[in-house]
């Protein structure tokens, strides 16, 4: 039987939580390559992991950022994570082609790793804001 669950609690709009959300997104983005940028300067990392450090700020982004639009919103938690991710994407087009001109390479990798993001968020257990498994049940 299917219940109709009412939202609890200051939840905000849609279109402010996917916003924000991807605010968030930009915003880790930046750090991360802050991040990377320090860390080739300083010699840690090279230029051969630099791949890699943009695939993980790109899913640590879209995870961040969905996660705090399904907060914010409580509710539709597939379509508010899946948008963000969207809107994010568009906002990584956007920045290209201002700022570099048009020069799209790796697009199709990127959009594999914003859609890994905001689908760990869509499928993990969230509840309040927090991560929580599934409670075992004891029967008698």
């Given amino acids: 039987m299917y219940a109709i669950k009412k939202v609890k609690g200051a939840a905000l ?14 915003l ?9 940028a320090w860390l080739m300067t300083s010699e840690t990392i090279g230029e051969e992991g630099l ?15 969905a996660l705090t639009a399904v907060c914010l919103t409580k ?13 994010y994407y ?8 201002l700022l570099f001109g048009g020069q ?5 990798v990127c959009a594999i790793m914003i ?3 905001c689908a760990l968020v869509a499928f993990l ?6 991560l929580r498994p599934g409670r075992k049940k004891a029967y008698r």
């Avoid at 791949?51 to 950022?65: N, Q, R, T």
């Fill in 125 to 130: 257990p969230v509840k309040n804001g927090r």
């Fill in 104 to 108: 799209y390479q790796g697009m199709g």
């Fill in 90 to 97: 568009l906002a990584l087009l956007a920045i290209t082609a």
């Fill in 115 to 117: 859609l890994i993001g």
């Fill in 28 to 36: 880790v983005t930046l750090a991360g390559a802050a991040l990377t």
């Fill in 75 to 87: 509710r539709m938690r597939l379509q508010v994570s899946m948008l963000t991710g969207g809107v």
């Fill in 13 to 26: 709009g849609v279109p402010v939580g996917l916003a924000i959300g991807v605010i968030v997104c930009l």
């Fill in 51 to 65: 791949g890699y450090a943009v695939m993980m700020i790109l899913v640590l982004a879209s995870c961040i950022g």
